[in-house]
C-alpha cells in the first residue's frame, strides 16, 4: 500500500510539473499615452481590453502572468513637462523600464497600448536582457498603413504616421532618444505585413529603403513569402516584437476604428499568422494598439478581434 502511495505521488508529481511546463509564461502592460493632440491625453484602450477579463481568459488559453497586470503613468516630476509628444516620450521611456524589469526566459510580453506611438517603448524595453547587455530588436509591423512618413512627407501631420520612420532614425530623434531608444533600428530589421494604403511620398519612401513586407493574402494563406520573410528577420536578429494596429483586420471587425481600409484579414486569419510566428523563440512580444474602445465598439467585435490575436499568440508560444 505504501509502494501504491508512492507511486500515485510521483505520477501527481510527474502531472504537476508536466503541466507547469505547458504553461506560457505572460507580461501584460498598458500604455495609455498616445501622443495626440487636441484628446484626452489617457486612451482607454488598453483599459477596455483588460476589461474583458483578461487574467482569466489568459489562464483559460494556457497563460499565467508572472505579476499583476501593470499600468504606465508618468512619474510626478515628469507630470510637470508639457507638450503632447514629449509627454508620450517620457510615458514611453517608463514603459521600456517595465518591460525589461519584466523579461525573463520563455516570457511572453503583451502590450496594450493606446496607439502606434507607443511601439517606441517596447522597442526600447526590448533592447537590453535582464542582465543589460544589448540585442538586436526586429520590429514586425502589421498595419493597413506604413506609418512611415517625416514631417516633410506626411499630409495628415499626424505623429501616429511616423514611428516606424522614428524608430529607424529617420526623424524626431529626441524623442525616439527620450523614449530610450538610443540606437535606432536598421532597415532590415524591420517587416512590414498587411500595408494597403500609403500615401504618395510614403510610397516613395518605401521603394526607396526597399522595405521588406508581407500581404494580406500572404497572411490569409500563410505563404511562403510569410514564412520566408518571418525567417529571413529571425536570422537578422535576436528578439522580435509584433506590433499591430487593429486597422489592418476587416472593417467589419473594427467599425470605430477611424481610419479603416478595405480588404484586411480577419482577425481569425491573423491569429493563425500570430500562432505561427510565435511558435519561433526569438518572438518575444506583441503590441495591440489602436483598438476601438467603448462607444466605438458597440458590439464588442473590436475587442473580441484584439482578444483572439492575444490568443494566437499564446497558442504559438505553447506549440514551441
Known amino acids: ?173 529626441n524623442l525616439r532618444q527620450t523614449a530610450g531608444l538610443n540606437e535606432p533600428l536598421p532597415m532590415n530589421h524591420i517587416v512590414w505585413g498587411g500595408v494597403r494604403d500609403l500615401d504618395p511620398l510614403e510610397a516613395d519612401r518605401f521603394r526607396e529603403h526597399k522595405a521588406q513586407q508581407f500581404s494580406v493574402r500572404d497572411i490569409r494563406e500563410l505563404s511562403a513569402k510569410f514564412v520566408e520573410e518571418m525567417n529571413n528577420l529571425s536570422a537578422r536578429v535576436d528578439v522580435i516584437y509584433v506590433h499591430i494596429d487593429m486597422d489592418v483586420l476587416d472593417p467589419a471587425e473594427v467599425g470605430g476604428h477611424p481610419l479603416t481600409v478595405p480588404d484586411g484579414p480577419t482577425s481569425a486569419d491573423l491569429a493563425e499568422a500570430m500562432t505561427l510566428i510565435f511558435r519561433n523563440p526569438k518572438t518575444v512580444a506583441l503590441g495591440i494598439a489602436s483598438t476601438p474602445a467603448g462607444p466605438l465598439d458597440a458590439n464588442n467585435s473590436s475587442r473580441q478581434a484584439a482578444l483572439n490575436l492575444i490568443e494566437g499568440a499564446i497558442n504559438g508560444v505553447k506549440a514551441r
Open 1 to 173: 500500500m505504501r509502494q501504491l502511495s508512492r507511486i500515485i505521488a510521483l505520477y501527481i508529481a510527474l502531472q504537476m510539473t508536466a503541466t507547469a511546463a505547458g504553461i506560457v509564461k505572460v507580461d501584460v502592460i498598458k500604455n495609455p499615452y498616445s501622443g495626440a493632440r487636441n484628446v484626452a491625453e489617457l486612451s482607454i484602450n488598453p483599459d477596455y481590453i483588460h476589461a474583458a477579463g483578461l487574467e482569466r481568459l489568459i489562464r483559460e488559453w494556457g497563460g499565467e502572468l508572472i505579476r499583476p497586470i501593470q499600468d504606465i503613468r508618468l512619474s510626478d516630476e515628469q507630470e510637470k513637462q508639457y507638450g503632447s509628444w514629449n509627454r508620450m516620450a517620457l510615458a514611453n521611456s517608463n514603459f521600456a523600464e517595465v518591460v525589461r524589469e519584466g523579461l525573463q526566459d520563455n516570457l511572453l510580453t503583451v502590450g496594450l497600448e493606446a496607439n502606434c506611438n507607443d511601439l517606441l517603448g517596447m522597442l526600447a524595453g526590448l533592447k537590453y536582457d535582464a542582465d543589460g547587455n544589448a540585442r538586436r530588436v526586429g520590429l514586425v509591423f502589421i498595419d493597413a498603413h506604413g506609418d512611415f512618413n517625416v514631417p516633410e512627407t506626411t499630409l495628415s501631420g499626424m505623429l501616429g504616421g511616423m514611428p516606424v520612420a522614428v524608430a529607424a532614425g529617420h526623424a524626431l530623434h
